[in-house]
Nanobody
């Protein structure tokens, strides 16, 4: 059973940093790309970043380019989203997702609030 569990969200001041984690289980993590999405209240879900099986980021949203970095640790079955220089507009629920055998799996999300 595929399971994704996000953690690391919280309240941070503008200009601050957070690192989100998404721990995967129930499948061969290293064989699948991973993606982070976010959804702010009342807005459409936005794809933030994607990392391939080789460990290279193959997508980063323009809105976070230069501030967010996606990485993975296959030994820990975990994908990370390092977020620097956070802005109030980064406030959202953040989700990790993967597609295994044609089915999309999502975590429960972790909330990030950027506010002074």
């Amino acid at each position: 059973q595929v399971r994704l569990v996000e953690s690391g969200g919280g309240l941070v001041q503008p200009g601050g940093s957070l690192r989100l984690s998404c721990e995967a289980s129930g499948y061969t993590f290293r064989d699948y790309p991973m993606t982070w999405y976010r959804q702010a209240s009342g807005q459409e879900r936005e794809r933030v970043a994607r990392i391939g099986v080789g460990g290279s980021s193959d997508y980063i949203a323009n809105s976070v380019k230069g501030r967010f970095t996606i990485s993975r640790d296959n030994g820990r079955n975990t994908v990370y989203l390092r977020m620097n220089n956070l802005r109030p507009e980064d406030t959202a629920d953040y989700y990790c997702t993967t597609r295994v055998y044609g089915r999309d799996y999502w975590g429960q999300g972790t909330q990030v609030t950027v506010s002074s």
